[in-house]
Each structure stands twice: as C-alpha cells, then as structure tokens.
C-alpha cells in the first residue's frame, strides 16, 4: 500500500483491492478477504433511510410512563409528570410520521432539566429509554468543542445512535441523545478571544436539535472509513450513508448554578410599583421553576439554542425520608447492589429499617443527592466486604450502631462469631465421643480443657472439628478395645495431654494394662517339695 500512497491517494477500487490484499494475507479464512467483485461503473448513492420501515410502534399514555417512572426514581413526581407528557407527545408524533401522517410544522418537544446533582435526571431519562426501546446515548457537554480538534465533534452523538441501534439507522433516527452538563457550555458574559467551548458548541448542538442529515461515517476517522470498505466488499453495496435528525428527542440538563440569582433579581425588580406580585416559593428550586428564557439567555445562552428546548423541568433536591425511601423501596437501591456483592461470598446481610434511616441520614449531609448513598455504603462496608468473605461469617444485621460506628461493630460480630463457633465447635467434640462409643461399644469422654484445645486446633488450622477428632484419635479403637480387654476398664477420659500427644498417651494406657494385667493375674501355688 504505501507504493501507492507515493504516487497519491489511491482511488476507491485500488484502496478496496490494497485492503482485500491484506484481509487475506493476515486473516485467509475471514469473508472480508475475498476478492472485491469487479464493478463496470460505481454504484448508485443510498437514498435517504426511510423511518416507516423500521417499525416503531408506541402506544403508552402518559399515566403509564409515570408508573413505570416511579419503579426507579423517587419523588420529582412533577417532573415525572411532565417528562411523560412530552415523551408521550413526542413518540406519538414519530410513530404518525413512520404511517406517513406527519403534522405540518410540527415543533420538536426537546426538554432540558435543571437541578443539583444526584437527584436522577440521568436516572429518569434512561428509564424512559428502557421502557421505550430506543436507543439511548448520555453524553457531557463538556467534552466537546467548535472544531472537534480540541475535544469532541458533536455530530459523534448521532453516531453513537447508530452504534447503539447495532449499526441499524432506521432506528437511530428516532433515539434519545441526553447531554448533561449543559450549563459548562453558556458563554461567558466577560469572554474575550475565541470561544471554542461555548456559543461555536451551541450553534453546532442546534444545528442537530432542528433537522439535519449528519454522516454516518465520520469523514475524518480512517476507522470509519474502513468499514465502509468492508461493508462494501461484504455486501457489494454501500450502507445508508447519512442520519437524519428529525425525529431524535434531545435532553440536556444542568444545575445552573447562578441563574438562581439572575432570577431572583428579575424578580425582585418586578416587584416594584405596578409590577408587584405576591411572594411564591422563595427556596432555589421555587426560583428555578419560574425562570425564563430571558433568563437563560442572561445565562450565556444563545436565544436560538434554548429556544428549542420548550419544556422545562426542574427536579427537587432530594431530602432524608426521600434517600430512606430510595434505599427501602427503588428497584435500583444501592441496597440491591451490596446484598449481591455479599452473596458471592455466601453471606446473607438484612438491613433493618433503623440502619437505612441512618445511611439516608450520612448521605443527605454529603449534598450531592443519590451519589451520597454510595458514598455513605462504600465507607460503612468496606472492611466488611475485605474481612468476612475469608471468614466462616454466612449472616450478619445491618443496624443503625453498625451505621455509625463499622470499625467497632466488624470486631464485635467477628468475637461474638467466634464464641458462637466454639461453642459449636465444642458441642461437636461431644458429639463425636458419642458417635464413637456407638461405633466401637467403647467410651469415651473429652474434660472441658481437652474440648476447648480440639477447637483451638481446628480454628488454628482451618479444619473441621469432627475431621481432627478422627485424625488424632485415629488408632484409639484399636488401643482403648486392648485395654478394655487387659483391665475391664468401661470409660476412658481424655485430656488435654491426649488430646497434645495423642499416640504418646496412648502408648502409656497400652503398657500401664499390661502391667495391671500381670499384678492381677493369680499367682502360681509354692511347690510343696
């Protein structure tokens, strides 16, 4: 290939033959290294992807959508509200259209959403996706630019559809795109120089929000145009070239930190003279649902940019009772996720009520909403997710006390484990003296000091306790059956000492028999000559 690169850049059918070449040279058994069909002319352009073939259907009422809504997120029950709404009006319009009933002059209901973080704006725009069955693409404003040099094209979240919808256009064309941190893109009132993340962003972003066709295939990315290549000499035929962005429902949300106080002073201004009005909800939310677009374009937004963006949402701050209820009764409870984590391991954890109340009340002083609660989790549990999956621990109680003080409390259940393991533990010794005498007709007893060394050793060397009684004790029947036999002894007391040295104990019981044997046996009668 690079002979043909020093004379230019090779024309498409030499480029396809280089490619080919290559495919069979390095993977000779792959369908992307068949030779390229000959073609006497080139063929014909792709016209535009047709959306009524694709089969979308929808058929949700707005009631129905926020029931699915209130599954995962809690409270912004006004939010909820109005997301569903604009969703329903939105896929209503783009199912007519697909039946070829389109409304002249339709205006795109693209929704933009303001509010601190964690309270599940990304939250409720994923659930809606997954109820729909659109593909979905989430996105930071800022990582984007005028150029796409500096950072980002934005014409790649289109793409990024594409992707999604496993390469199948006709669905991408009536995705859902979701920008977040779209207050970090508002031009700066005092700028000066070129403004490369900005109001050039905004303008590109608007561009996609009305109605455009953008490339499928990135023409600056060789990556893309080398799937063309191979999509070409698979299928002899090039794919639909371009997306169209009538239909795509744009979502872009922010906290806006500052237009709080650029509505406050609108506000505050109107009340004086003839222009006063009754005092509302004076808290930051209260302030937000009255902005204006004036307001937002005091902001550092372009009046054409938000005014395609006519629906408005603002979502609550979420308080302690709204945290507890997102842990006790959300599909998505971070709870849901630590029960499976210990799980792996064996181990059962209940949550009281008492120990959620507390995680909800550490997580609402962190202020950055349901983020908090993976915060408060992750310092509660961290070392109990290290310690207990390498102990014998299968179950322990999440209480408030466990909440406020884990350094303390791993401790105490690890001691209060183990005294409840040897005790166990010690009650199986006893069990194994009896199974021994049903076996052999021989008994035998364990002294409380000989039982608690028998479960020093099996927590010590990790084995259970019945299969260190048989390994110790393991030449005992034969043993303690010839002693019965010498001295007609009925039971046997074993001791630490035995338990210590059990074959050397042993080995004295055999021989002290013995010798009792002897001093028992009758003595023969003098012999009177």
Same mark, same amino acid.
């Given at each position: 290939?690079?002979?043909?690169?020093?004379?230019?850049?090779?024309?498409?059918?030499?480029?396809?033959?280089?490619?080919?070449?290559?495919?069979?040279?390095?993977?000779?058994?792959?369908?992307?290294?068949?030779?390229?069909?000959?073609?006497?002319?080139?063929?014909?352009?792709?016209?535009?992807?047709?959306? #009524?073939?694709?089969?979308?259907?929808?058929?949700?009422?707005?009631?129905?959508?926020?029931?699915?809504?209130?599954?995962?997120?809690? @409270?912004?029950?006004?939010?909820?509200?109005?997301?569903?709404?604009?969703?329903?009006?939105?896929?209503?319009?783009?199912?007519?259209?697909?039946?070829?009933?389109?409304?002249?002059?339709?205006?795109?209901?693209?929704?933009?959403?303001?509010?601190?973080?964690?309270?599940?704006?990304?939250?409720?725009?994923?659930?809606? &996706?997954?109820?729909?069955?659109?593909?979905?693409?989430?996105?930071?404003?800022? @990582?984007?630019?005028?150029?796409?040099?500096?950072?980002?094209?934005?014409?790649?979240?289109?793409?990024?559809?594409?992707?999604?919808?496993?390469? %199948?256009?006709? @669905?991408?064309?009536?995705?859902?795109?979701?920008?977040?941190?779209?207050?970090?893109?508002? &031009?700066?009132?005092?700028?000066?120089?070129?403004?490369?993340?900005?109001?050039?962003?905004?303008?590109?972003?608007?561009?996609?929000?009305?109605?455009?066709?953008?490339?499928?295939?990135?023409?600056?990315?060789?990556?893309?145009?080398?799937?063309?290549?191979? %999509?070409?000499?698979?299928?002899?035929? #090039?794919?639909? =070239?371009?997306?169209?962005?009538?239909?795509?429902?744009?979502?872009?949300?922010?906290?806006?930190?500052?237009?709080?106080?650029?509505?406050?002073?609108?506000?505050?201004?109107?009340?004086?003279?003839?222009?006063?009005?009754?005092?509302?909800?004076? =808290? &930051?939310?209260?302030?937000?649902?009255?902005?204006?677009? #004036?307001?937002?374009?005091?902001?550092?937004?372009?009046?054409?940019?938000?005014?395609?963006?006519?629906?408005?949402?603002?979502?609550?701050?979420?308080?302690?009772?709204?945290?507890?209820?997102?842990?006790?009764?959300?599909?998505?409870?971070?709870?849901?996720?630590?029960?499976?984590?210990?799980? &792996?391991?064996?181990? /059962?954890?209940?949550?009281?009520?008492?120990?959620?109340?507390?995680?909800?009340?550490?997580?609402?002083?962190?202020?950055?909403?349901?983020?908090?609660?993976?915060?408060?989790?992750?310092?509660?549990?961290?070392?109990?997710?290290?310690?207990?999956?390498?102990?014998?621990?299968?179950?322990?109680?999440?209480?408030?006390?466990?909440?406020?003080?884990?350094?303390?409390?791993?401790?105490?259940?690890?001691?209060?484990?183990?005294?409840?393991?040897?005790?166990?533990?010690?009650?199986?010794?006893?069990?194994?003296?009896?199974?021994?005498?049903?076996?052999?007709?021989?008994?035998?007893?364990?002294?409380?000091?000989?039982?608690?060394?028998?479960?020093?050793?099996?927590?010590?060397?990790? @084995?259970?306790?019945?299969?260190?009684?048989?390994?110790?004790?393991?030449?005992?029947?034969?043993?303690?059956?010839?002693?019965?036999?010498?001295?007609?002894?009925? /039971?046997?007391?074993?001791?630490?000492?035995?338990?210590?040295?059990?074959?050397?104990?042993?080995?004295?019981?055999?021989?002290? =028999?013995?010798?009792?044997?002897?001093?028992?046996?009758?003595?023969?009668?003098?012999?009177?000559?």
């Amino acid at each position: 290939m690079q002979s043909v690169w020093k004379n230019g850049p090779p024309s498409f059918e030499e480029f396809q033959r280089q490619m080919s070449q290559l495919m069979r040279q390095h993977f000779p058994g792959s369908p992307l290294g068949a030779a390229p069909q000959p073609s006497p002319e080139p063929p014909p352009e792709e016209p535009k992807a047709e959306v #009524k073939d694709s089969g979308f259907e929808f058929h949700r009422t707005p009631r129905e959508v926020k029931e699915h809504l209130d599954h995962f997120v809690i @409270k912004q029950e006004e939010a909820k509200k109005v997301l569903s709404v604009a969703l329903c009006d939105h896929y209503h319009h783009v199912h007519a259209a697909f039946d070829g009933k389109e409304q002249p002059n339709y205006t795109k209901q693209n929704i933009i959403l303001l509010g601190p973080t964690g309270v599940g704006k990304t939250y409720l725009i994923r659930s809606l &996706a997954d109820l729909i069955g659109v593909p979905f693409v989430k996105a930071d404003a800022t @990582k984007f630019s005028e150029t796409g040099y500096v950072g980002g094209d934005v014409e790649d979240l289109v793409r990024d559809l594409v992707r999604r919808a496993n390469g %199948d256009i006709k @669905k991408a064309q009536y995705g859902i795109i979701y920008i977040d941190e779209i207050d970090k893109i508002a &031009a700066s009132s005092n700028a000066t120089g070129r403004d490369v993340s900005g109001r050039g962003v905004q303008t590109n972003l608007l561009k996609l929000m009305e109605d455009t066709d953008v490339p499928a295939r990135a023409p600056h990315d060789i990556v893309s145009q080398i799937q063309a290549v191979m %999509d070409m000499s698979q299928t002899g035929r #090039k794919a639909p =070239s371009v997306v169209n962005t009538r239909h795509i429902l744009f979502i872009v949300s922010g906290a806006f930190d500052g237009l709080e106080k650029i509505v406050r002073r609108r506000l505050h201004q109107a009340t004086i003279g003839f222009a006063s009005r009754p005092p509302g909800d004076d =808290s &930051a939310t209260g302030i937000l649902e009255q902005a204006q677009t #004036k307001d937002f374009i005091e902001f550092g937004f372009e009046p054409e940019f938000i005014g395609r963006l006519p629906v408005r949402v603002v979502c609550h701050p979420l308080k302690v009772d709204d945290l507890f209820n997102i842990l006790k009764t959300s599909e998505g409870s971070i709870i849901r996720q630590y029960e499976q984590a210990f799980a &792996a391991y064996g181990i /059962e954890v209940l949550f009281q009520d008492e120990g959620l109340r507390r995680i909800a009340e550490l997580a609402a002083e962190e202020q950055t909403g349901a983020r908090g609660l993976m915060t408060v989790c992750e310092r509660v549990f961290r070392d109990f997710k290290f310690e207990l999956p390498s102990t014998s621990v299968r179950r322990f109680v999440v209480t408030r006390e466990v909440v406020d003080h884990p350094a303390r409390a791993l401790p105490q259940l690890l001691a209060e484990h183990r005294s409840e393991e040897q005790l166990v533990a010690r009650q199986l010794v006893h069990e194994y003296a009896s199974r021994f005498r049903e076996i052999h007709g021989l008994k035998i007893r364990f002294t409380e000091a000989a039982a608690d060394r028998l479960v020093a050793l099996a927590l010590e060397f990790s @084995k259970p306790v019945r299969d260190l009684c048989a390994e110790r004790f393991k030449d005992y029947q034969f043993g303690l059956k010839l002693i019965a036999q010498n001295t007609r002894q009925e /039971e046997f007391v074993l001791d630490a000492d035995a338990v210590e040295a059990p074959d050397k104990v042993l080995s004295e019981w055999v021989v002290a =028999s013995y010798r009792t044997q002897a001093e028992e046996a009758p003595k023969p009668e003098p012999n009177p000559s």
